[in-house]
């Protein structure tokens, strides 16, 4: 049945529709968006933050991108965007919306086993660093960095350790390398020489006192002789 809003402009509300049908939730969005809806909104939020910071960049790398299903916010503020993920699942996923207008490269990759085919002006991982165990996170940081040019930047972001006295059990479970911000910073100065500390509240973004923040970004940059 062909439909029709009572404000003209909102019409083309259906000719996407009708274009390219309704675009589903990502498989794990999906299970955010119905126990946890805040949840996807600093899930979100996350993305805007490291698109600003990487906007303009001309190929840009994702590590861990789960479903893909913010990836776009990215791919919207750069040139193109690779995003791997050691789960074919989720890549499966993550390939089933793509979409003409925001065509993103989703690759079946594990960091751990080497750097992807690059190079790349910048790379970001969110939610990933606090599943790497310690005594893997420099042979993590090794293979991301190997795929940067010399004037490549990355973006960390994750979980404090402050912040899991508060995490779901579920969230907990695989969260087993989680630090306080110095910690993050001392890790990431050996690999960069210039690491720049942000701390992060549900959606908002700040530099106020570390151990109060829920999760933590880093900006690093000027990556030091291997």
Not at 1 to 4: F, L, N, R
Not at 17 to 30: A, E, F, K
Not at 101 to 118: E, F, Q, T
Not at 129 to 146: C, G, P, R, T, Y
């Given at each position: 049945?062909?439909?029709?809003t009572r404000e003209a402009q909102y019409s083309s509300c259906f000719d996407v529709?009708?274009?390219?049908?309704?675009?589903?939730?990502?498989?794990?969005?999906?299970l955010v968006w119905y126990e946890?809806?805040?949840?996807?909104?600093?899930?979100?939020?996350?993305?805007?933050?490291?698109?600003?910071?990487?906007?303009?960049?001309?190929?840009v790398l994702e590590i861990g991108c789960g479903d893909g299903f913010a990836s776009r916010i990215v791919r919207q503020a750069?040139?193109?965007?690779t995003a791997v993920d050691?789960?074919?699942?989720?890549?499966?996923?993550?390939?089933?919306?793509?979409?003409?207008?925001?065509?993103?490269?989703?690759?079946?990759?594990?960091?751990?086993?080497?750097?992807?085919?690059?190079?790349f002006d910048a790379a970001y991982s969110i939610d990933v660093?606090?599943?790497?165990?310690?005594?893997?996170?420099?042979?993590?940081?090794?293979?991301?960095?190997?795929n940067l040019t010399d004037d490549g930047v990355l973006v960390i972001g994750c979980p404090s350790l402050e912040s899991q006295?508060?995490?779901s059990p579920r969230s907990k479970e695989g969260h087993v390398n989680c630090k306080t911000g110095p910690e993050l910073k001392a890790c990431l100065e050996k690999h960069f020489s210039t690491v720049m500390m942000f701390s992060m509240n549900d959606?908002?973004?700040?530099t106020g006192f570390h151990k109060m923040a829920h999760y933590l970004y880093a900006i690093c940059s000027n990556k030091r002789d291997r």
């Open positions: 049945m062909e439909k029709t529709r009708d274009r390219i049908g309704m675009q589903p939730l990502g498989i794990v969005t999906n946890d809806p805040r949840h996807l909104l600093f899930m979100l939020a996350r993305y805007k933050f490291v698109a600003k910071m990487l906007e303009g960049r001309d190929r750069v040139g193109a965007l050691f789960d074919p699942v989720f890549i499966e996923d993550a390939k089933s919306r793509v979409v003409d207008n925001w065509p993103i490269d989703y690759r079946v990759h594990d960091i751990l086993d080497g750097p992807v085919d690059g190079p660093f606090e599943h790497i165990e310690q005594e893997k996170e420099d042979l993590f940081l090794n293979n991301v960095i190997a006295a508060y995490a959606e908002v973004v700040h």
